[in-house]
């Protein structure tokens, strides 16, 4: 999440690109899932699977 975050700033501050706050959450969730598929093997479920998982975590009122 946080080298998702530095590659967003480093864009604004040497590119002068700047993008929504739901772009960035996206590009968050794709980065976290590309990385659980990797770091744990799994084949089963896709990339947009995890982001639709991690959605549902974000709806969760615990």
Do not use: C, H
Not at 44 to 59: A, H, M, P, Q, S
């Amino acid at each position: 999440m946080l080298w998702s975050l530095w590659l967003v700033r480093n864009d604004y501050v040497f590119n002068n690109s700047s993008k929504q706050p739901w772009e960035v959450g996206d590009l968050v969730k794709t980065r976290v899932a590309m990385w659980m598929k990797t770091k744990f093997n799994i084949k089963i479920y896709t990339v947009e699977d995890f982001k639709v998982f991690l959605d549902g975590i974000r709806k969760l009122k615990l």
